[in-house]
């Protein structure tokens, strides 16, 4: 092993930066000593994260590694890839501490044995993210996109900040207009009949159908697109 | 380790790769339209990662699957390399022996990248390669273990990196080994003389450059650029035997290919041919390849004008 890995690690710092000849030297490099069985594994939810920095890392600095004279070049290569991999897990734990929680701290539970915090944990990453539920999971994000989409436009239409709902009205009554329209056809439960509304403020029932038809659905077609993303 | 095992290499799909999957497969109406998106964005976002890991830069803001109004309609997985051109990343589940191409990504493609998922979706691998050359005309299915090595698809990245571009030659610029053809073919049985003449109704303001290629065989390729004066380009290309050979190898394929791979024009040396030509036009900023074949060796010189 240790032979072919210095074969493969010459190869590679024989040839410069992007050239063809480096990247196909890294690409037998990396099959061989991603499959090194020291390299460290871990259970937090960015291990996989900073594994693929540390390939990134590997790949760029490999010139630089210098195999220890008193173990095996595979012993050392892993040491120098996982004193890599460490950092990046710690890094990892740092930035965003006040959310994430150390799973390996120890936690008393209430028969005084220690549990970390791991061990109490339902197995979300792999549960959320398997090939078997993956449709599950997406039923549920579109679910949730669509409710915040909904709840974007609810808001867009009540304040209607710049007014572009209210400046669409009928001739007749400017009161009459997209966001009222929309408030009381869409929002309101249930949503008021167009005959009624057409009663209240004196416009004709035929003039308020065209107008909620033709001016303020495509208007509100608009806003939904552009309230989207 | 178990050699014999075939090995491929290994991209971890972090946090962020499945953050990207969940935000484009939320956009879309249907859990099957999200379901595509969300593997399609991470096989897209493993191929990044790995050509990142070779120093190879990428552009997925340049690229229809990272475009929101593209990958609503269609079922893209590409990945934009800027000046090189667009690799298609396709996910190929567990099981699966085959990747099947959507109609719409049988252009404007250079090849296709096969991204094996594992079922927990923490890893993929990456199987391997398929020019887009290989596939045009054929099925858009292609088996898993028809598959090309990463090999060739670091080659086709480079290869479209020394692209040789032809108004430098305007210029005076010349690399890649094209040199004057009366340098190229000094030692050639055929005087330098007979190959540069220009026919009568040449434009005097064309530039001719030669360059020798080996395909098992060496010949001579020259290339004749004439700007004219329209926006158009005329281009001819002529193929001669080298080491003082009279003939050119029977057989002997020269075919011109477009951006994306589509062979526009062939033609084929018979038996004691002296020269084989191809004659075109290309508009301004027009990129070509030539590929040469004999047997089993093919040779491709790429060209943007």
Known sequence: ?229 | MNSTQPNHLQVPLGKDAHQKAEKFAAEQDSVEKGKQVYLNTLAVYAVDNYLKWLDVETALNQSDSWNWSIRNFFDVADLMLPNIGKIECRAVLPGEDALILPQEVTRERIGYVAVRLKSQLDFVEILGFVPARAIIGQSQVIEINKLQSLDVLIDTINRRKTLVNLCQWLEGIFDGGWQSPELVLAGSFRSAATITRKDSDSQTNSISRAKVINIGRQIVLLMEFTPTNSAVFDIRLRVYPAENTVHLPQDLQLTILDEWANACMQTQAETANDWIQLEFSCQHEEKFSVELKLGEITTTEEFVV
């Open chain 1, 1 to 229: 092993m240790d032979e072919q890995l210095q074969k493969l690690i010459d190869e590679v710092c024989r040839y410069q930066e992007a050239t063809a000849e480096r990247q196909k030297a890294l690409n037998k490099l990396l099959i061989i000593i991603q499959q090194l069985p020291g390299i460290k594994k871990d259970t937090h939810q960015d291990y996989l994260e900073a594994l693929n920095k540390t390939w990134e890392w590997v790949c760029r600095s490999i010139d630089k590694f210098k195999a220890s004279p008193n173990e095996s070049l595979e012993d050392s290569l892993v040491k120098w890839i996982n004193g890599y991999l460490k950092w990046r897990i710690k890094d990892l734990y740092i930035p965003d501490s006040k959310y994430t929680i150390s799973l390996d701290r120890e936690i008393g539970n209430d028969e005084g044995s220690k549990v970390t915090k791991l061990d109490i944990l339902p197995d979300t990453q792999n549960e959320s993210n398997s090939l078997d539920l993956l449709d599950r999971k997406i039923a549920e994000i579109q679910k949730c996109s669509r409710l915040a989409w909904g709840q974007r436009i609810i808001q867009f239409i009540e304040s209607d900040e710049n007014r572009i709902l209210r400046r669409c009205c009928t001739r007749v009554n400017a009161e009459c207009n997209c966001q009222l329209l929309a408030k009381r056809l869409l929002l309101a439960k249930p949503s008021h009949k167009i005959a009624d509304i057409a009663r209240e403020f004196n416009v004709s029932n035929q003039t308020l159908y065209s107008h909620w038809k033709k001016k303020c659905l495509p208007l509100l077609k608009e806003v939904g697109v552009k309230t989207k993303d």
